[in-house]
């Protein structure tokens, strides 16, 4: 029960070893066109104009990559010099990132000699860390330092019968072994929350659970709408789905069996090890990036069937530092991306391996990643921009 | 021909999910605690979707996971298919809430 990572000052580990360069913006995309071993982001919010409450999500998120273990260096660059928003100045995020004990930089165009006086300085910057940062070596480390996201989607029936129950297996093992575990997608747990609030560890987690899926689901009614005419969505449903419930019941399987610890917000950070449930939405190019920035290192998408048909290369989520692995238990699904699927878990409706069997097959798969095997999309450059989960208006 | 599969998630379920393509008139077995269910297809019960195990009134609680996944939006006659058709969720319904029909 062990891997091959990189122990980190703060007494972290990653399965990987990125310099990471925030925010988004010309800087960072040309630092990293330049050097090897370099990670930044992509989104189309800079926060302009968004609520201070969302602002500081935003925030979190970057101050969370930067500290994910998988990160073992930063550069931060003001985006907008000495006129940004409080809660996004780089000096801020440079902070709160230097105080999980690694070494951050800070490019500052107003001193740095403008944009392009900026970008010499973080090519010649990101080189000595990334030349720094190979130094160090994988060693063997425990169970514990392994930190899981998950979300299904595209999810057909296939994901709650021997899909989910694969990855349930995963989460109970790696949290008997002492690591973290999240999962979320709040609409997807309405239908099924009683069951989870059972688990909380506390009353004031129960109520937690109970009253993320009250707020999403007097939204929901306050559209008006069927739900079904939402989500589940069209492929669901062409996969078999019902309705709204039966996928929650379905989804919940990948969270295992374990007691849940907390309810966090997205890209917040555990205090403690175990099960966490996230408040946050499906949508696969926001969630795991809030994954990685809760301090995941290792993410995956469990995979349905409906809707991907013709889909023989799958692209991978945006999920920034944390390798990113697709799971699916579907047969056709399987046959048509095989290249692109790092498990296979349909073998339980075969009837040739019990969801347990599947679910040490898929253990061991994610060991192999976090020791250094590249997931099937993490031979991709090609990333997603990040739909980061902001709630409030803009103005 | 041997009887096709379908399985459930819990014994108090009422709906089974089809592991096979099932045609009309086909045999279906469902393993239940230890035993075998067995009934026939009514219609095409197609690989990933729920034939029901019993019949269901209309308004009638339908069962997977041991939990309620929707309501009977019309009778449902043993061996039939169980879908968006004939099964309606029960949650964050924003249409009924605004007065609209079940």
Known sequence: MSFLGYIRSDGSVGTRNYVLIIPQGIIAKSICDFVAGTKSILTVDHGSGRTANDREQIARLLIGLGRNSNVASVIVHAASPGVGYPELRAERLADEIAAGGKRVEVLDPAKDGGTYGAIVRGIQVARMMVHDASKLRREKVGDEYLCLGVKCGYSDTTSGIAGNPAVGYLYDKIVAAGGTALFGETTEIIGAEQALARRAVSPDVAEAILRAVTIQEERAKATGLDIRTVNPVPSNIKGGISSLEEKSLGAIHKAGTTPIQGVLKYAERPTRKGLYFVDNWMGHLSIFAGYAAAGANVVLFQLGGGGVAGRTLLEGSPSVVAPFLWATANPKTYAAATDSIDFYSGTVIEGTETPEEAGERLYRTVVDIASGTLSRSETLHYAEPIDMYLQEPRF | ?102
């Open chain 2, 1 to 102: 021909m041997s009887a096709r599969r379908a399985l459930i998630m819990h014994p108090s379920d009422n709906v089974a999910t089809a592991v096979e393509e099932i045609h009309a008139g086909e045999e279906v077995a469902v393993p239940v605690r230890g035993s075998v269910l067995t009934l026939h297809a009514a219609e095409p019960i197609p690989f990933g979707f729920k034939i029901a195990l019993q019949d269901i009134p209309r308004g009638g609680i339908i069962r997977k996971y041991g939990e309620t996944i929707g309501k009977a939006s019309l009778a449902i006659s043993k061996g039939a298919l169980v879908h968006v058709h004939n099964l309606e969720g029960t949650r964050a319904r924003g249409d009924l809430a605004k007065g609209g029909k079940p």
